[in-house]
C-alpha cells in the first residue's frame, strides 16, 4: 500500500509540479485526500490527476463555506493553486490527445478568395484555449507573477507540449473557430462593436495568426462551404 502511494504521489508531483511547489508540506497531504475522495478510475497513472483541478477548487468553495479540510491545516490554500492545476492538467492533456496530421499553410491559402469567409477550421485534439483572471502562465513557465488576466493557448508541437499567452482578441477568435463557427462569423463576433476600425484592424492581425497556428501545427483540415 505504501508503494502504491510514493507511485501516486510521485505521478502526480510530475504532472502539477508548480502546485506541488505552491503546496509546499502540505503536498503531500493534499495527495492522500484527494486520491481517498477520487479514487482513480483508470490503471493508467498518467489519468490520475485528471479531477485534482475540480477537486481543489471544491476545497476552495468549502473553505468559503467555514469547512477546514484537515488536510490542510493551519495553512490557507494558496490564491493560484486551482488555476494552475487546471494549466498544468492542460499541458497532460495536450500530451496525451491523438495525433492528427496537421494541414500546411499552403493548404490555407490556396483557399478561393471568395471562400475564405466561409471557412472552418479544425484543429488538433491537443489544442486547448484557457483564459485566466490571473497572471497564472507566467507563474507555472517563467516562475514569477505579474498582474493582470491571461488567455493561454495549449498545444503540442511534434513532441513538445506548447503553452503560451495570447491577445484577448485572437483568443475571442480562436475560441469561436474552435466551437465550429467559419471565419466570417468569427470576425463578426469579434468585431462587433468596434465599427470598420476593429474589422481593419482585426483583419491586419488575422494573416499573422493563421500563419502562426499552421506553422505551430494546430491546425487539421480546412472546410469550405460547397455550392
Not at 508503494?3 to 497531504?29: G, N, Q, T, W, Y
Request: with cysteine; aromatic share 6%.
Amino acid at each position: 500500500r505504501d508503494m502504491i502511494a510514493i507511485r501516486f504521489r510521485d505521478s502526480l508531483l510530475e504532472d502539477f509540479p508548480v502546485v506541488a511547489e505552491l503546496l509546499s508540506k502540505r503536498f503531500d497531504a493534499a495527495v492522500a485526500a484527494y486520491c481517498l475522495e477520487r479514487p482513480s478510475r483508470s490503471w493508467a497513472l498518467e489519468l490520475l490527476g485528471q479531477e485534482l483541478p475540480q477537486w481543489l477548487a471544491d476545497q476552495r468553495i468549502a473553505i468559503g463555506a467555514g469547512e477546514d479540510p484537515d488536510w490542510l491545516g493551519d495553512e490557507p490554500l494558496p490564491v493560484l493553486v486551482v488555476d494552475v492545476a487546471r494549466l498544468e492538467w492542460a499541458r497532460v492533456q495536450a500530451h496525451l490527445a491523438p495525433r492528427k496530421q496537421a494541414v500546411s499553410g499552403q493548404a490555407l491559402a490556396a483557399v478561393p478568395a471568395q471562400e475564405v469567409g466561409s471557412m472552418r477550421l479544425e484543429f488538433a485534439p491537443s489544442v486547448q484555449l484557457l483564459r485566466f483572471d490571473q497572471p497564472v502562465h507566467h507563474l507555472v513557465a517563467l516562475g514569477d507573477a505579474r498582474v493582470g488576466r491571461e488567455s493561454v493557448l495549449v498545444y503540442r508541437h511534434g513532441l513538445q507540449t506548447q503553452s503560451r499567452v495570447i491577445s484577448a482578441t485572437e483568443a475571442d477568435l480562436l475560441g469561436a473557430l474552435m466551437a465550429g463557427k467559419s471565419l466570417a462569423e468569427g470576425l463578426e463576433e469579434c468585431t462587433r462593436n468596434g465599427g470598420e476600425t476593429a474589422v481593419e484592424a482585426l483583419s491586419q492581425q488575422l494573416a499573422g495568426w493563421t500563419q502562426r497556428w499552421t506553422a505551430d501545427a494546430m491546425v487539421v483540415a480546412v472546410h469550405v462551404a460547397t455550392q
